[in-house]
């Protein structure tokens, strides 16, 4: 994953509007919907372009599609190419900024198989074609290598922060239809990220809001909400509720082991997000590594054999279920 700093002179970046949402915002609002996660999987492991292969590969309904197809164009994730004029017909083609979502997927992909046991939905395994081994990618700085979690980051508000501004406009996402969805939906990824105040949740945990008060107040939800994403983020076992050391009237809320393992994929939305959208201001969040002191810029690489991973070296290992 090449750094926020290194990126290319000819590759077009969204300047987002001054005071308006920032990079964070815009990320979730992309990221935090299933469909659309699902739209750009399919587009990247197989390859898929055109609006009826979308309908024949899952339970996609016309208007869904539609909807999401546009608003991926939109973003600068798809470029849309006439193919035939009369009638006429569109290819989706998934420009470098939609290409480069593939570690935001992996990190998905490997979190739900890591740590929600459903056995009818279980994900099948991706190789790195590079040892031939099933890959758990890990997370990696790429200033000094070290293999980092969580608790080797700091972060901290940057220019275009704001909570206003950090949270996705749309109050909610809309959900696989008639009970049908394809077993590449992540159903937990989606209770944590999928929708706005869950997504708000998500970032006052990962900076270090512990107690009910410190959620409200960053978050800026009225309470009743605050108890409700709280209350599902400790029955999908994100956190763990446990006595204040010195009020034993009070609960603290702190991240299970679940709950840190998902720092990947929110460190690499984070990454992807910062590098394509851009606040006037400047960054939302600015992440440094404890161990090195640099900017932080996460990159994947195999548990296996250590390399760097890369999108064409993976690949989706079908009718394979268990672990290694």
């Known amino acids: ?38 739209i750009i999987q399919t587009a990247l492991s197989a390859g898929i372009s055109r609006y009826n292969e979308w309908l024949r590969a899952g339970p996609i309904s ?15 994730v798809f470029s849309r190419i006439a193919y035939t004029a009369h009638p006429p017909r569109f290819d989706y083609r998934l420009t470098q900024r939609g290409e480069q979502m593939w570690p935001i997927l992996l ?9 929600v046991h459903d056995s009818g939905h279980r994900l099948p395994p991706v190789r ?47 959900r696989a239809w008639n009970g049908a969805r394809p077993r590449e939906l ?31 107040q960053q978050m800026g939800a009225p309470p009743t909400i605050v108890a409700d994403r709280l209350r599902t983020f400790c029955d999908l076992d994100f956190l ?20 840190r393992a998902f720092f990947p994929v929110v ?21 440094t590594h404890n161990k090195c002191g640099a900017d932080f810029h996460p990159v994947l690489v195999c548990d296996q054999c250590g390399d760097p991973l890369r999108a064409e070296e993976l690949e989706m290992v079908r009718g394979v279920r268990g672990s290694r």
């Open 62 to 76: 016309s208007s869904v599609l539609t909807a999401r197809l546009a608003s991926l164009v939109e973003a600068g």
């Open 240 to 259: 763990a509720q446990s006595p204040h050391p010195d009020r034993q009237d009070w609960t603290t809320y702190h991240l299970t082991d679940k709950g």
């Open 128 to 174: 790195h074609m590079n040892c031939g081994r099933i890959v758990d990618p890990i997370v990696t700085c790429d200033d000094c290598a070290a293999h980092s979690s969580v608790r080797d980051v700091t972060a901290g508000f940057g220019p275009a922060w704001t909570w206003s501004r950090s949270i996705p406009s749309s109050s909610t996402r809309r």
């Open 267 to 287: 460190g690499v939305a984070l990454e992807w997000g910062q590098r394509w959208f851009r606040s006037p201001e400047g960054r939302a969040l600015e992440m």
């Open 107 to 115: 990190t998905i992909w490997a979190w739900e198989r890591r740590w």
């Open 186 to 216: 992540m159903a937990q990824t989606m209770a944590v990220i999928g929708n706005r105040w869950s997504a708000a949740l998500l970032i006052s945990a990962f900076l270090g809001a512990t107690r009910f008060g410190e959620f409200e």
């Open 1 to 38: 994953m090449e750094r926020l700093s290194e990126i290319d002179r000819d590759v077009e970046i969204t300047v987002l509007a001054s005071g308006g949402p920032n990079a964070i915002a815009v990320t979730n609002g992309i990221v935090g919907d299933e469909w659309t996660l699902w």
